[in-house]
């Protein structure tokens, strides 16, 4: 698994942990349970056991080794607040993150409320460091709750991924959000994607003053579609960021 990664907002990833199980809608089509059962049964390979919770100790001290600071992905391939993922192991992938501080985490689940729970315990009155950023996914109306449960949350810079965006959202509360990240849904079974359910949430971003990168339309391909909304391309990020990405 490379840290290399075509995934436009970010610059590396990193799967201290791979594998998953379906929570909401946004799982039905997921790319990353795509990539790996590809391979299941591949002797040797890392994807052996196709997308079955898996920890990777062995990489857990990876990000230490980049010496060049980057922004990282964590758990591209996975939820880091999966519920089968044991507390202590979570524990050590923060550890990492809170010791080679040069870098940038963003760290992104569907599982809200247990990344609540974990924050406030783990930081207690304290707020998360400035350098690990927390976002939650979001594909329908439904899972709005999750917003709510970041704003919860004792953590410094809080985002939103509305993709694979399956419906108009409505008002969102954006109340403590930072940054939104907008995309539609890539592969084979894609579901449609509307120009103003997109056009809704940038304009609630701007007038939240909330950066906001608009990824991809979506199609059998992550390009298919590109990535202009009205004639431009919104790639915006977070105005609050470590010294080192300044």
């Known amino acids: ?25 946004g799982c039905d089509n997921c790319y ?10 591949t002797s040797g390979h890392p994807f052996e056991h196709g997308f079955d919770l898996t920890l990777r100790p062995h990489k857990l001290q990876e990000p230490l080794s980049w010496k060049r600071p980057r922004r990282i ?21 923060f550890n990492t993150m809170e ?28 707020a998360c460091p400035p350098h690990i950023w927390l976002g939650v ?20 810079i809080r985002f939103a991924s509305f993709e694979p965006l399956l419906e108009d959202l409505g008002e969102i509360d954006l109340a403590g959000i930072h940054w939104a990240i907008v995309g539609g849904e890539s592969g084979p079974r894609a579901r449609p994607i509307e120009a103003d359910w997109v056009r809704k949430i940038r304009d609630q ?8 990168f608009f990824k991809q339309w979506g199609g059998v391909t992550s390009k298919a579609g590109g990535n202009r909304l009205d ?3 919104w790639l915006e990020y977070p105005r609050m960021v470590t010294s080192q990405q300044a």
Request: charged share 25%; net charge positive; aromatic share 10%.
């Open 231 to 233: 004639k431009r391309k």
């Open 137 to 156: 996914s979001v594909e329908d109306r439904r899972a709005l709750v999750r917003l709510r449960h970041l704003s919860q949350s004792n953590v410094t």
């Open 32 to 41: 990353a349970e795509r990539i790996a059962e590809r391979f299941r049964s």
């Open 99 to 126: 010791a080679a501080n040069w870098h940038v985490y963003q760290v992104l689940t569907k599982r809200s409320s247990l990344l609540r729970r974990y924050i406030n315990e783990r930081f207690g009155g304290s």
């Open 1 to 25: 698994m490379s840290s290399q990664t075509g995934i436009e907002w970010t610059d590396s990833t990193w799967n201290p942990v791979s594998g998953c199980t379906k929570v909401s809608p």
């Open 205 to 212: 971003c701007l007038a939240s003053r909330v950066a906001f």
């Open 73 to 93: 992905f964590v758990n591209s391939m996975s939820d880091l607040f999966h519920k089968d993922i044991p507390r202590p192991f979570i524990d050590q992938v």
